[in-house]
């Protein structure tokens, strides 16, 4: 591949529902460009871009992979994202380095959520972008059916840049309306025909509206428009440009990526209107020392800086670093700063990636994206820079675990082997944790969804050799008590020799705090230096109360009274007639079992509400309030029992069409009601 300056880049995200067809564009561009020999398909798993074992099983993407290609002079890192919403952290990463987005419409499905979802997170980001119908050889496909779905949900920055010639089989092209030329497909290449006659009249209001566009784009345009003068087309480009460049018009194309129609036209377009990173304006980070702004420029000549937006755990190779140069450049053998770590690296070897592909490069100049390996201490999100000229950029935000599962070996002696093969999979995607849980020893991993979890079990066998089981994670249930008991406790024993002799009156009561202890003895019926031994043996025994073996928490316990022998007695003796008091104080005194109650957001559109509220009651949640969004959104705040919330995430994409999402908090603990509480105890007794 060829060196290509700063202003000959386009980082461009390719975003879209799951199977709209991404990776298959990919695929032509790669193809039209001289790149392949003939096109991969995604079913029989011979894409460039979807190499990964599991992609390959499960016949989708798993990871965003960078795809160059060159054409007009110039350099497109395409990054394919997955549609699959458990792996948006993937197209966080992609869009935090991309200057501009296509976003894939499925022309027979029209506009779905990842449609929506695409839209939203370009939107959030103020990216610039360009949206691709489709599969416009596909049945029942309705154009302008789509427009007007477009237009309803995305709003007048909606600007279609062609119009379809043919529908289905017959789809054999498009009319360009910006430039009013044909394009036809001959079954080997498009090439320019004439506009048929019959499209005239449907081509006239759509430029009529681009016209606009570019009016508005610049006030002597608009002055001109009002005084119904015609433009030239170069300012119609120029004016285009700039409304895309500023996310103020969003040019939609028409094509079928599997027949290569409209691929041709859509390159041209990313060069014609989405920016370099140049035109993406200055980055900004701060002095990692001093916390001091700094600004610096797209340019070769500054000091270097990059931003790690992904890492790969590559079996063979190890670690690879997958890093877009802000600024200056970066070269073999240079020796770096990771300020996140406040650590040096030294970069050994530099690569593009295409794929698994990797092309060694001497040099990677600002704004283009490449990759290294073995780095000791960088992860996703961290900065390098020149050692001498240190900045630190803004990481990449990750939206938090949804969805815990308890992991555990197949075979015994794994346990050490899935821990470092977690740490591993954890560097690759930092939407997914792994935990221990101290109180029910349990391995937790979490993750966005089912499908990310799966996919994560799945490459624990195949790459690392491990074989898990996933399970519902146990509930950290507490128990307390809810009245008071006045029991002894008496330990004697004589067998021989020095006897053991202790006895205590302990009061059981309620408390606002987890655990109190008081002493109100009197005329020494229990010594004071055995005293510290009864609180000693109350306190180890509240780590497993009588209902079914859990913490006791809210707890006072007043030691009043006793007996002791001058022989016979010894802390050991004090401290077992504690417990023998407090086992059968708890059980005199209302023993309760108590369950974790998680806060709870969730962020939904206003039409799932009655849904929302009802699966709610049915989770034994209750709604404390609901707060209005942008967008049509509802913030609805509640609280429910952690037993009811584990599989929530899978259950709340289902009710929403993958429309919501939620975060989940603890909050405090709350009585467990009794039928279900006597299953709890029963289960837990069960397992002893």
Known sequence: MKNYGTDQIRNVALLGHGGSGKTTLTEAMLFLTGVTKRMGKVESGSTVSDFDKEEIAHQFSIR??????????????MIDTPGYFDFVGEAFSALRIAGGAIILVDASSGVEVGTEKAWNYTEERNIPKIIFVNKMDKENVNFDKIINQLRDKFGKKIAPFCIPMGVADDFKGFVNVVDL??????????????VPEELEHTIEPIREMLIESVAESDEKLLEKYFEGEEFTTEEIHEGLRKGVVNNEVVPVLVGSATKGVGIQSLLDMVFDYLPTPKDMGDFEGINPETEEKIIRKADENEPFSALVFKTIVDPFVGKLSLFKVCSGSMSKDLEVLNPNKDETEKISNLFLLRGKEQVEVGKIVAGDVGATAKL??????????????????????????????????????????????????????PTFTTERNSETKQLLIGGQGNMQLTIIKDKLKNAFGVEVELFDPKIAYRETIKGRADVQGKHKKQSGGAGQYGDVHIRFEPSTEDFEFGEEIFGGSVPKQYIPAVEK??????????????????????????SYHPVDSSEMAFKIAASVAFKKGLKEAKPALLEPIMNVEILIPDDYMGDIMGDMNKRRGRILGMEPQKGGMQLVKAEAPQAEMFKYAIDLKSMTQARGSFTMEFARYDEVPGQIAEKVIATANAGE
């Open 64 to 77: 965003a992979t960078n795809i160059p290609v060159e054409w007009n002079k110039s350099k497109y890192n």
């Open 181 to 194: 030329k044909g394009r036809e497909f001959n079954g080997k290449e498009c090439v320019d025909v004439s």
């Open 376 to 429: 000791q201490y960088t992860e996703t999100g961290d900065t390098l820079c020149d050692m001498d000229n240190p900045i630190q950029y803004e990481g990449i935000k990750y939206p938090k675990p949804c969805l815990y599962m308890a992991i555990e070996p197949k075979s015994r002696g794994d346990e050490e082997k899935i821990g470092t093969s977690l740490h591993k999979l954890v560097d690759e995607d």
């Open 537 to 562: 043996g109350l306190r180890e025994s509240i780590e497993k109360g009588v209902l079914a073996g859990f913490p006791v928490v809210k707890l006072k316990a007043t030691l009043h009274d006793g």
